[in-house]
């Protein structure tokens, strides 16, 4: 029988262009898509390639169910030639793994960072991407064969090796973590690794056993100790359906750190900073995680938990920030709120995804967590639509358990932020119940605001009143827009790291 899954097909049809554009994009014929119209599904094949083309117009969706969350958002698609581009250069290699769908995305954030992109694909990445989705993504060739005499009179393997500022390994299999680390060059790919001259990063991606054997292990710190730079795994939900390490970083967080280890484009930020551009630079070297938005935790494939946090304030707080010079890593819930300019944005859906991503984006100096985290989530998801019983008076019980607390957990981590920032949205007691909950969640400061007043609903508002709490202070804030009190706070910051 062959594997399908439930989709929202119109709203993919439209985000595609239509019939004909899905058609081509599947390579099907027009009865297929009238099939999967009839049926509400797709087969299980069109998933990574829909959700490639859809994250490549900008669309943001949830890789389980294509679900679109939002966009598009804007992008400006970089089609210069290496030679012209003033950005630096990567050659982004994509191994062959479930997360390599996900390489095309990390292809769009360099790019929307600046960098430009040249891919290379091994043969087993080819059986989950096509070359022709990454060249449509980068505007250049992909290149995939060592033995192509067309690739090699346009451009031999050594001098394509020796083209880039940092090579870049998404996802990195443990097969190709192996062969690395063995010094195998038996194809394209692991040839430019023994060729080139460029800072080597990878970001692995695997299943959480395989992830843990020693061999993999031992290739992972032997080919750290020879100088690659590692960019996660993180833990949790792999595509094999096991929770564990082994789960590929976001890729915005891979296209951020990979940008942040190159050294030219490192030592030009410096000097953008230094020379302030009529901005006040004032956090400039700063990493400052931020979390906003709701979550939204699943009840069964179609109904969800989630809440009315709109992610205003979060947001506003990232572009505050940003625009004094920070290095801002934006972990945000599914929200309408445009994304910041120049902001690391990772979109998450669930708490535990918020947590991960949090923990990848560590170290930072500051962590600030505006997010509404959902306290609860079901404890078993149904994995289908739950039928609701034939008895009109049968009950429905859903049993629930408790959400990591994120706040809690950067203020308690190892390598903890120096200043953690939380929020506390209370309906009495005010300052009585934020002090409290200041000391029990660890963090430095907490900016509590009374919600529930009839005239007063925070939630979704652009108007906001609150207070700041820190160990030996209250500091009273008047009602203002949620754009003012971000500047409020990156002020008393920015007068935190100049005492
Ligand atoms: O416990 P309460 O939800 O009132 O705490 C609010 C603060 O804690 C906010 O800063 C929120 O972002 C954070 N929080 C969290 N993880 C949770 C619950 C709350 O980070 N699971």
């Known amino acids: 029988m062959k594997k399908v899954f439930p989709v929202n097909l119109s709203a993919i049809l439209t985000a595609l262009g239509g019939r004909h554009a899905m058609q081509q994009l599947l390579d099907v014929g027009p009865s297929a898509i009238s099939n999967y119209l009839t049926r509400g599904q797709l087969p299980q094949r069109a998933k990574p390639i829909i959700y490639a083309a859809l994250t490549a117009k900008g669309y943001q969706l949830r890789p389980d169910d294509l679900e679109i969350i939002a966009g598009p958002a804007a992008i400006t698609p970089h089609t210069v030639s290496a030679e012209n581009h003033a950005g630096p250069r990567i050659l982004l290699i994509i191994a062959g793994g479930i997360a390599a769908y996900k390489a095309l995305e990390v292809a769009r954030q360099l790019q929307q960072l600046g960098a430009h992109v040249t891919g290379v694909m091994t043969d087993s990445a080819k059986q989950f991407i096509t070359p022709l989705s990454l060249a449509a993504l980068t505007g250049e060739k992909c290149y995939d064969s060592l033995f192509s005499l067309t690739d090699e009179a346009e451009m031999g393997h050594i001098r394509l090796a020796r083209s880039a500022d940092l090579v870049l390994v998404v996802p990195a299999t443990a097969s190709f973590m192996a062969r ?6 038996d194809d394209l790919a692991t040839t430019i690794l023994l060729a080139t001259t460029a800072k080597v990063v990878m970001a692995p991606a695997m299943n959480p056993v395989m992830w843990a054997h020693q061999a993999t292990q031992s290739n992972f710190a032997s080919l750290r100790q020879r100088g690659v730079e590692m960019i996660g795994p993180v833990s949790g939900d792999t595509a094999c359906g096991e929770e564990g390490e082994g789960r590929m970083c976001e890729p915005a967080m891979i296209a951020a750190a990979a940008m942040r280890l190159i050294p030219t484009y490192a030592a030009r930020d410096e000097a953008d900073k230094d020379s302030g551009a009529g901005t006040s630079r ?26 009315r946090s709109s992610g205003k304030q979060g947001h506003a707080i990232a572009t505050a920030l940003a625009n004094r010079g920070a290095n801002v890593t934006l972990v945000s819930g599914p929200v309408t709120e445009p994304a910041p300019a120049n902001v690391t944005l990772v979109n998450v859906t669930t708490a535990a995804e918020m947590l991960a991503a949090c923990d990848a984006a560590l170290p930072a100096d500051i962590a600030i967590c505006a997010a509404a985290v959902a306290d609860w989530r079901v ?4 994995d289908e639509k739950l039928k609701k019983p034939e008895n009109p008076d049968a009950g429905m019980t859903l049993e629930l358990c408790q959400n990591p607390d ?33 000391r029990r969640k660890g963090c430095d ?55």
């Open 282 to 307: 004032s956090l400039s070297g700063k990493h400052i995680l931020i979390t906003s938005g709701p979550t939204i935790e699943p009840i069964d494939k179609v109904r969800f938990i989630a809440n």
């Open 379 to 382: 404890k078993a998801a149904a």
């Open 406 to 438: 994120i706040l809690a957990t950067l203020s308690a981590a190892p390598n903890r932020p120096k200043l953690v920032i939380g929020f506390a949205a209370e309906t009495e007691n005010l300052l009585e119940n934020a002090a409290a909950k200041r």
């Open 445 to 499: 400061w907490i900016i509590a605001n009374q919600v529930g007043g009839e005239d007063d609903p925070v939630f979704g508002s652009a108007l906001n009143q609150a207070m700041l709490l820190t160990s030996d202070s209250v500091e009273e804030w008047p009602r203002m827009q949620k754009t003012e009190l971000a500047e409020k706070l990156a002020d008393q910051i920015e007068a935190e790291y100049s005492s």
């Open 180 to 185: 690395a680390n063995a010094g195998i060059a």
